[in-house]
C-alpha cells in the first residue's frame, strides 16, 4: 500500500453532518445566528468578577466539580433566582448547568427519545433543535403557530390524529417566551391549554425559554414548568442574556428526571468549564436587572432601526412578525419567492441571512420566509446592510419594486 493515496474519510460512520467549511471571517452585514450586542458585554465588570472569583475560590479549580455535578453552587443561585421572574420557584437543586441550552436540548432527546418516535414542535423553529431530531432518527411534525405563539386547536387536531393512528408523540417542543424565530409570547390561557393538552394525551411540555429575559415590553406569563413541574422539562441559556461564547446553559427538571440528565452529562463532557461558570455568577448574582435593562434596551433600539429600514427599503413587498423581544426579526416574502436566491449575491456584498427552510418544520415550504438577527450589528450596519440586501434583491428577482417609496428600475447597484 505504500505510496498509494489513503484517505481516513473512508473509515468515516455513517450519518455525519456536512463537513464544516473553512472559517473565513464575519460578513460586514453579519444578521445570521444567535449573536449579542458587542456593546452591551460587560467585559470589565467580567473581568472584575472573574478576579475576584478566582482570588477567592481559585483553589477549587483542583476538582471536577467543586459543588457536584450539578454544576457551581453559585450560578445555579443566580439561575433559582432569575427563574422566580418567571414564576418559577425552583431552589438550586432542581438545576443542572449545561454547557450551553444546546447541550440541554441533546441530553434531553438523548433521554427521552428513540429513533422512530415522533415529537411535536413549532412550524418555526430554532434550525439546532431540527438537525439534532434529524440526526436522531425522529419524525418532527410541525404545529401552526400566530402571531401569539403555538395555536392550540390545530395542535389539537394533530395529537387527536396521531392518537387514532396509535402514536403518542415523546414531546412537545415549545418556544412559548420569545419564539424563534418569531419573537412571539403564548398568553397565559394558551399556556393553561397546552398544559390540558398535555394531560390529554401523556405528552411531555420540552420548554425552551433562551430569549425569555430578553422582552421588550409587557412581561411574560409564569414558564409552563411554573405551572406543572411534573410535566414539564424546563432549559435556559446565559448564551442570550449575557455571552453566547461563554457556553453556559441550565435544565431545571424533577429529580426523576434531573437525576438521569446529571449521569447523561457526566458521560458526555465531565462538567461545564468552571472559570465561566464563576464568573457569570460572581457578575450576574450582583448585576443581573441592571445588565438585562441595558441589554434589552439596546435591543430594543437595534430592533426599531431594522424595522424602519425593512418598511423602508422593502415596502409592503415583505411582512414583519414584530418580535415582543430577544434578538431575531422574522420576514415574509412573497409566496413563491425563494429568499435562497439572494443568499449567493448577498454575501458576495458582504451581507448574510439565515433563510427560513432551515428555521422550518417542512423546510423547503417556508422558502419565502428569511430571519434576520439584529443584535450583532451596528445600527449603522443595520441601515447599509438592509439597504444593500433590497437592492441584492431587486437585481435578482424584481422585488421590492419600490424603496423608500422610490421606483427601483433604472436605480444602479
Ligand atoms: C431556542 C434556542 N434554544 C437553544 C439554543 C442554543 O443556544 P446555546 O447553546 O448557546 O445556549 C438556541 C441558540 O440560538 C436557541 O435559539
Not at 425559554?209 to 411534573?230: I, Q, R, V
Amino acid at each position: 500500500m505504500t505510496g498509494s493515496h489513503f484517505s481516513l474519510a473512508q473509515l468515516f460512520a455513517d450519518g455525519l453532518p456536512a463537513p464544516a467549511p473553512r472559517w473565513t471571517g464575519f460578513a460586514k452585514y453579519n444578521f445570521i445566528g444567535g449573536h449579542n450586542a458587542p456593546e452591551r458585554i460587560p467585559s470589565e465588570g467580567l473581568a472584575a468578577a472573574a478576579g475576584a472569583a478566582l482570588r477567592r475560590e481559585g483553589a477549587s479549580l483542583a476538582l471536577y466539580h467543586a459543588n457536584g455535578p450539578q454544576g457551581l453552587l453559585a450560578l445555579r443561585e443566580v439561575v433559582a433566582s432569575k427563574l422566580g421572574a418567571r414564576g418559577i420557584k425552583a431552589d438550586a437543586d432542581e438545576v443542572l448547568i449545561t454547557s450551553g441550552s444546546g447541550q440541554g436540548i441533546d441530553l434531553v432527546n438523548r433521554l427521552f427519545l428513540n429513533r422512530g418516535d415522533s415529537i411535536i414542535i413549532e412550524e418555526f423553529t430554532y434550525a439546532g433543535a431540527l438537525t439534532k431530531l434529524a440526526r436522531l432518527g425522529v419524525k418532527a411534525i410541525g404545529a401552526p403557530l400566530d402571531s401569539e405563539g403555538l395555536e392550540i386547536e390545530p395542535l389539537a387536531r394533530i395529537l387527536a390524529n396521531l392518537k387514532r393512528e396509535g402514536v403518542t408523540p415523546k414531546f412537545i417542543y415549545t418556544i412559548p417566551t420569545i419564539q424563534n424565530p418569531t419573537g412571539s409570547i403564548l398568553p397565559r390561557q394558551r399556556r393553561e391549554a397546552l398544559l390540558a393538552l398535555s394531560r390529554e394525551y401523556g405528552v411531555l411540555l420540552f420548554e425552551d425559554e433562551c430569549y425569555a429575559d430578553l422582552t421588550f415590553e409587557e412581561g411574560a406569563p409564569s414558564a409552563l414548568y411554573a405551572l406543572d413541574k411534573s410535566r414539564v422539562v424546563h432549559i435556559g441559556s446565559f448564551s442570550k442574556t449575557l455571552s453566547p461564547a461563554l457556553r453556559l446553559g441550565y435544565i431545571v427538571a424533577e429529580w426523576e428526571v434531573l437525576s438521569r440528565l446529571i449521569a447523561l452529562k457526566r458521560e458526555t463532557d465531565s462538567g461545564t468549564g468552571a472559570i465561566d461558570q464563576m464568573a457569570a455568577a460572581e457578575y450576574l448574582g450582583r448585576n443581573f436587572d441592571a445588565h438585562v435593562k441595558g441589554l434589552t434596551g439596546a435591543l430594543r433600539d437595534k430592533l426599531a432601526t431594522m424595522e424602519e429600514a425593512v418598511a423602508r427599503e422593502f415596502g409592503s413587498a415583505v411582512e414583519m412578525w414584530r418580535p415582543k423581544g430577544g434578538i431575531f426579526l422574522w420576514l415574509k416574502f412573497p409566496d413563491g419567492f425563494d429568499v435562497r436566491r439572494l443568499q449567493g449575491p448577498a454575501e458576495k456584498r458582504g451581507i448574510v441571512f439565515n433563510p427560513g427552510p432551515e428555521w422550518a418544520a417542512a423546510g423547503e415550504a417556508a422558502k419565502s420566509y428569511m430571519r434576520l438577527c439584529f443584535a450583532y450589528p451596528s445600527e449603522e450596519e443595520i441601515r447599509e446592510g438592509v439597504a444593500a440586501l433590497a437592492e441584492v434583491s431587486f437585481a435578482e428577482t424584481g422585488i421590492p419594486q419600490l424603496s423608500a417609496n422610490i421606483g427601483r428600475a433604472g436605480r444602479s447597484l
